[in-house]
């Protein structure tokens, strides 16, 4: 059975009311809640959990790792930053959401600022699917649209995706790169935009259907590691006059 954890920093809950009204069990509830429909085994690691709750045990057991933080990125240790990375090389899917663009685990596997504009301005967004083959959209129509959204806007300052799969549009006029993926190492990547903390996006079907998709996507691969440094010829050599 898959093996999927669910990571939250945990604080907007804690801090704003209006959240906490939203997401009673938090985002990482709320994400778990529709995931366990699936034949997954899920469970959930916040910040202030020892390790943030990302011991060593629980990223082993990992096979794909979602993502969701926003007020204390810098709070998150650097060596557990570096083990993650590590697990995503060794072939751990990573799903990060929203505002996980400025993780230090995404700015470390992109190598750029990850920066971009935004606005919290109750906007409607139209998550436009721009490459219908791939299966983290299966079973979507053309768009997804969202009543009520923080924007994020161009110039999104990531390397090109591997695999661009949706770009929004927002009423006050911005366009984004909202479902992107690459591959480092053995692992697969995936962000998806949408997902600020006042709105209940997590609850939307189509939301909720693209991460599901993800996170079979993104599913290690059953390939050994490969061997890398010096190696011994696998046929003989003619050695040269």
């Not at 299966?138 to 009543?147: A, M, R, S």
Request: glycine share 8%; net charge negative; charged share 30%.
């Amino acid at each position: 059975m898959l093996q999927v954890t669910v990571w939250n920093e945990n604080r907007h809950e804690q801090k704003d009311p209006i959240v906490r009204e939203v997401y009673p069990e938090g985002i990482h509830g709320a994400i778990v809640g529709f995931l366990k429909e699936e034949p997954f085994q899920v469970r959930t690691a916040t910040l202030d959990e020892p390790e943030h709750g990302l011991t060593d045990d629980v990223l082993a057991q990992t096979d794909v790792l979602v993502w969701w933080g926003h007020l204390a990125h810098h709070e998150v240790s650097d060596e557990i930053v570096e083990k993650v990375k590590q697990r995503v090389l060794d072939g751990m899917g990573l799903i990060v959401l929203h505002s996980g663009h400025f993780s230090k685990i995404f700015k470390v596997l992109m190598g750029t600022s990850c920066d971009l504009k935004w606005r919290e301005a109750d906007e409607k967004e139209r998550i436009w699917i721009v490459d219908p083959s791939h299966p983290i959209v299966e079973g979507l129509g053309e768009y997804i649209e969202l009543e009520k959204e923080e924007m994020y806007g161009e110039h999104f300052d990531i390397p090109a995706p591997d695999q661009l799969l949706m770009v929004s549009w927002f009423e006050g006029g911005e366009v984004f790169r909202s479902g992107c993926t690459y591959q480092r190492g053995k692992g697969k990547i995936f962000y998806f935009r949408p997902g600020h903390e006042t709105y209940p996006t997590y609850y939307h079907k189509d939301i909720q259907r693209v991460i599901r998709n993800a996170v079979k996507w993104a599913t290690p691969t059953k390939l050994p590691k490969p061997i890398y440094g010096n190696a011994k010829p696998l046929e003989d050599i003619k050695a040269k006059n």
